[in-house]
């Protein structure tokens, strides 16, 4: 996969956008606001049930809510019968999140007849705590196959005025956090995933190759034009 986009999963038309956005895969997000998270299930439990087992077209990920907030377990039991490809885990805080979160997941697999340690997990470290313990996420659970970052998340977190500098670049915790995202994913030997940013254009692109040059193997997206670009970067010889 090279790019992911993400769908809020109370919003059908994002999620029709999504599905015809030409990305690699699409993440149903069910981090919505509380009154609408029965929805966003519903939704996301629908789109699952109606492309399991079809031939063509993205690959279906699901954003769940943090562990630990009460919401985590109604996701999975929402979406789990649609045997999603791997679930998005946000808040992660190092090997203890992922471990519990794969528990969470063999105990439906094995309630659903799914194959065990058939759905992965990719890991999203979006606060300080969670990008100081990221070396431990290596050897975590078979189940991981991503790491990534939330640069606007990390930004309130750390209490920073803005993501970038005006003249380019990151602010100095947030190139550190995507750094750290990169070393942490290649020591767990899994795929290093970019932040979602919003933009377009030639600056977009310039970031999706400098992204590419430094070690990550994919990135989140918003849009189809984003798509395009990033699939079109990622899926180039390294001499192009």
């Not at 996969?1 to 956008?17: H, K, Q, T």
């Not at 094995?110 to 705590?129: C, M, P, Q």
Request: glycine letters at 10%.
């Amino acid at each position: 996969m090279r790019s992911l986009i993400l769908a809020p999963g109370d919003d059908e038309a994002s999620l029709e956008a999504a599905l015809t956005s030409g990305a690699d895969a699409v993440v149903v997000d069910l981090a919505v606001a509380p009154p609408a998270r029965a929805a966003a299930r519903a939704q996301a439990a629908r789109l699952l049930k109606e492309t399991r087992g079809r031939d063509g077209g993205p690959t279906f990920l699901v954003r769940v809510n943090p562990l630990g907030d009460g919401e985590t377990d109604l996701d999975l039991d929402a979406v789990m019968p649609g045997a999603p490809v791997a679930i998005v885990l946000p808040r992660v805080l190092g090997a203890p999140s992922i471990q519990q979160l794969s528990v969470k997941l063999a105990v439906r697999e094995a309630r659903l007849d799914l194959e065990d340690g058939a759905t992965r997990i990719v890991a999203v470290a979006d606060a300080a705590e969670g990008v100081l313990r990221l070396p431990a996420c290596a050897g975590a659970s078979a189940r991981l196959v991503g790491i990534a970052w939330d640069a606007e998340a990390l930004r309130h977190d750390a209490g920073a005025q803005a993501c970038g500098h005006s003249s380019g670049g990151y602010v100095g915790p947030l190139r550190l956090a995507r750094d750290m995202t990169v070393l942490a994913a290649a020591a767990a030997g899994v795929a290093a995933i970019d932040t979602a940013l919003h933009g377009g254009g030639e600056v977009f692109r310039r970031e999706a190759f400098a992204a590419r040059r430094d070690g990550f193997k994919a990135r989140f997206v918003v849009d189809a034009e984003q798509a395009t670009i990033v699939n079109k970067v990622f899926g180039a010889a390294p001499n192009e």
